[in-house]
């Protein structure tokens, strides 16, 4: 689906709920929309039957959680404004560009 700036964030050991995060970016809501759909029939298709989707009517920013993990696609500036890469990463070397 041609997401953009996709990055992978290892939260084994820092985080409960989830053992990596996937952020990447949309052009456009529709886009952000479309990789969202992939990524989730993705999941489900090898097997994952608890997939939780949120944010698909407005398509600024969608979360997919799958449980081990958890796929955030933004629109560039939504992207921008909230940085989870920041947020996650701050003073560690756990982010890897896709």
């Known amino acids: ?8 964030i290892d939260l084994r050991g820092k985080s409960a709920f989830s053992d ?9 809501n529709r886009h952000v929309g479309a990789v969202a759909e992939n990524v989730a029939k993705g999941l489900k298709e090898t097997g994952n039957k608890k997939v ?11 979360l997919i959680d799958s449980g081990d993990i958890i ?4 629109r560039p500036e939504v992207r921008e404004f909230y940085n989870l890469e920041r947020l996650w990463t701050q003073n560690t070397a756990t982010a890897k560009s896709v």
């Open 1 to 8: 689906m041609k997401a953009e700036d996709t990055v992978t």
């Open 20 to 28: 990596y995060m996937v952020v990447t970016t949309g052009r456009s």
């Open 52 to 62: 939780h989707i949120e944010g698909v009517p407005n398509c600024d920013w969608v």
């Open 71 to 74: 796929v955030h696609v933004f």
